[in-house]
């Protein structure tokens, strides 16, 4: 009883991160069978001065911290809060990391890391992760925020809900140990007739 009341605690304190801080890693740890298990890490590359930012980072903390998913009409069973460490990065990703965070992106161009506004003028075309992380740096308000990413399952979400809802289901297929089954190939085509028209 003790052990979970400190654990408890510890838990607690961990969420109460204090504020102000560039780099904060909120951590919880997955007790299995006696021994630590890793737990999951999403970098969540923020800034508190965008809405949007702040938003997606109190649903993922949510996500933490309250059950995930939510029960429904159609699912009333009550899930428990998904466990993943959360690393909020209250910076620009550097070059190093842009050019590791392309791959994982679904289009291989670094103008989706950019806001529009910044697509009307030739100049702010990057071709480079360099050169990304060189036009952000001179206006950190063009780069769309937040980049979240799940390292892990090569997740990334540019301040695109969807994508984080994937990456978060991603952690409930873990969770509940879930795999993901492979569709069997479709069937091959009914050969036709031969015709032969001579």
């Known amino acids: 009883m003790l052990r979970a009341v400190l654990k408890q605690r510890n838990v607690l304190e961990a969420l109460r991160a204090p504020q102000g801080i560039s780099s904060v890693v ?3 740890r997955r007790f299995s069978r006696g021994r630590v298990e890793p737990l999951p890490k999403i970098t969540f590359f923020h800034d508190p001065n965008v809405r949007k930012s702040m938003k997606l980072l109190k649903s993922i903390e ?4 309250e059950p995930y998913p939510r029960p429904t009409k159609s ?13 909020v990065e209250e910076r620009i990703p550097t070059a190093d ?6 791959h994982f992106a679904s289009t291989p161009s670094y103008t989706i890391f950019l806001q529009d506004k910044a697509l009307a003028s030739y100049k702010t075309h990057p071709t480079t992760a360099k050169t990304l992380h060189e036009i952000v740096e001179r206006d950190p308000d063009l780069l769309r925020w937040p980049l979240v990413v799940n390292w892990e399952t090569e997740q990334l979400s540019i301040a695109d809900i969807p994508d984080i809802k994937r990456m978060l289901e991603t952690l409930v297929k873990k969770r509940d140990r879930v795999e993901d089954v492979p569709k ?11 015709i032969d028209y001579d």
């Open 26 to 28: 909120l951590s919880l």
């Open 62 to 65: 949510e996500a933490r911290t």
């Open 75 to 87: 699912r009333p069973t009550k899930s428990p809060p998904l466990t993943f460490d959360i690393q």
């Open 97 to 102: 990391e842009f050019s590791d965070l392309i």
């Open 184 to 194: 069997e190939p479709p069937p091959p085509p009914k050969p036709t007739e031969w």
